[in-house]
């Protein structure tokens, strides 16, 4: 860190971090990898502006991801606002003085919350995430005045509408514009363990576009690397897997969907055996799924408790049969769905486990898909229009039966 005769404490900056902070442009936008620095970066620029009398509107979509800009502003003008010099408040996250000049963070997950704010520079953190009509429709306008700066700066969430403003400011040859793109490793602040610990548990897209950098396609394959991982050995032979933990992963289905059961050996990493059907009464699918349970000696039953699924949960939990096998409901929604097929995807790219080839089942792997939300930038996952994804959550429900937290669970007692 760097003391100036006014105890503003900046950082000292990496190379990547000198060349935006030294542009002059008055539109910057700012690419980097996770941990890259661009936050701590763009806090400096905050603070240099603060002490030119200028007015500073930091943005980010919750006010969680203003907390590092915030609280790297704080620290770098502690003792100013330890003296009084500067007045800061925490709850509306202002730090003023007395000239009028303000660094103020707040959130901008809807782009009206920023309507009536007035500034001379005008941060848009973690910009892929951000209704693009916040700097279209409001920072824009707002900057017009007085022909204040701007600055965005993200990490890709695939070709959106940041990816967009990325490609004007590349294309720019006027100097208004600036873009810059660097990589996590272009960090040299950020340690080897560090980085190792961010990226243990990514897939290669994950890799590419967070540590990388890198704009993906908006929409493509969720699933690599299949032919490696379907060599499971087909037989029916449940006495090879005494004594290990057997778990079977069941996706519910009646008229137009499908039911799908995957059944999984956890200690061989491998799928066992599948089933697929409809148009049958729940009964008989309870019955069906019993059956298969009791054969295999099933210990843990990971079933989508949506809609339907509960009733017939209900009824499997008081069936004598599986007395003393664990029922682990699964509720999908938008915010689980993402990390259950995510971990079956990092699975498949790993090589981790060997599933029963079947045309029906391969094909629905190779067919699904990731969308990504213009609006929010977060994926969702599912079958193409037309395409059932029955037997992929089957496996990635039987996948976390296998390896994840027996967590909301309850285990079957006769009675």
Known sequence: METTALEIRLHKPHAKQAAFKKSKAKRKVIVAGRRGGKTTGVSDIAVEALLA???VLEAAPTAEQTTAFWESCKKALAAPIAAGHIYKNE???VLRMPSGAQIKAKTAWDADSLRGDYA???ILDEYSLIDPSAWD?????MLLDNDGDAIFIFTPKRKNHAFQLYQRALGD???RWAA????????T???????????????EDAYRQEILAEFLEGEGQVFRNIAACMHAPRGDNPRLHDGHKVVAGVDWGKQNDFTAVSVFCADCRQELAIDRFNKIDYAFQRERLVSLATHWGVSVIEPESNSMGEPVIEQLGRDPALDGVTLKPFMTTASSKPPLIESLALAFERTEAQWIESPVW????????????????RSSYSAPAGVHDDTVMARALAWDAAVGQDQNSVTVSAY
């Open 91 to 93: 709850t509306d996250r």
């Open 53 to 55: 009398s200028r007015r």
């Open 189 to 203: 602040y950020l340690s080897q363990t560090a980085l190792a610990d961010i990226t243990q548990d990514m897939t």
């Open 362 to 377: 391969t094909g629905e792997l190779e067919a699904y898909e990731r969308k990504v939300s213009q609006q929010t930038g």
């Open 120 to 122: 001379d520079l005008l």
């Open 173 to 175: 040859t006027t100097g």
């Open 180 to 187: 810059f793109h660097y990589t996590s490793m272009d960090n």
């Open 137 to 141: 429709e409001v920072g824009a306008p």
